[in-house]
């Protein structure tokens, strides 16, 4: 494994060399190279995510889709793809759910990590692992779910100065890495000086390939994530070590880096490509219209000793102020498939 600190070594060579390198630059290698090196997730990691939080998120997020799937006519092809599944805790909640409900399609898994491809094996007999999206069987409907996927792809920025848009780029002086603002960009926003515009082509591409592949191939995707409904400027760019916030701008790749997701600019790719969407809608009303107050009920009683944690992630999971509104659930369809329920 490499040592801390490498990277860092490797993208000031990388400066010195070459000049400053865009933030979505230094965000690609960093991230690639943090998960690359370790399974960051849960209370000894740096942050926790939904399915950790608890079974009932994975669950929930497979009985949705499996109840899609059902109206659509129960397709026997179809196939389970998510996107940066992690330690793979929601896929398997999410089939062990959904066998119940009659569905056992074969499990696609879009992971470039291989620590993490590694933990999903654990969880999951018999996946496939993909490295892009693109990758996917194009012959069958797909039935995906993206769960803190696409924050952690990155961004680009561009800085509003002296009348016009630069490029945010990082350069690296006196042992530290430095913004600056780049070349000129024609951006057709407007802007005052200060302001901050991210983009992220890569969130964008990859909604775009979801959304083409549900039109052509059929099925429904729920992408959850953090992140704002409607586009707006902003530097969002943050960095999470140890459950805590820090510098995004030291230690590349040892600090996780996530960007607010713009949920407009995701329902727009997917739309153009032919998907049909639905939402964004706060992540606590659609497990509460999913009926998360009755499954933490039924878990409850199955394990009494347990009612006071399993009402706790209950909360986590739907609070307003906990997770249940900043996180937001975007749907896609195929156009000829049933709504998709609680939109
Ligand atoms: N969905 C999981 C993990 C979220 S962390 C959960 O909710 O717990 C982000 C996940 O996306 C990790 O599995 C990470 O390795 C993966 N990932 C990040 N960037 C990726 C990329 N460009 N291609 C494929 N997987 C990526």
Known sequence: MPEPGRLA???ARRIGAEGPISVEAYMAEANAHYYATRDPLGAAGDFVTAPEVSQMFGELAGLWLADLWSRAGRPANARFV?????RGTLAADALRARGAAGLQPPVHLVETSPVLREAQAKRVADAEWHDRIEDLPNDAPLLVIANEFFDALPVRQFVHKSGSWHERMVSFENDRFVLQAGTPARLPVPGSEGDILETSPAAEAAARTIGARLAAQGGAAAIIDYGHGRSGPGDTLQAVKGHAFADP????GERDLTAHVDFTALAGAAAAAGAR????IPQGIWLTALGI?????ALAQTAPSRTGEIEAARHRLTAPDQMGKLFKVLAL????WPLPAAF
């Open 249 to 252: 701008w030291s230690e590349p």
């Open 82 to 86: 998510e996107l940066g599944p992690g």
């Open 277 to 280: 969407v639905f939402g964004p």
């Open 9 to 11: 070594e490797r993208l």
């Open 333 to 336: 369809t195929a156009p000829h």
């Open 293 to 297: 107050d009755r499954r933490a009920s």
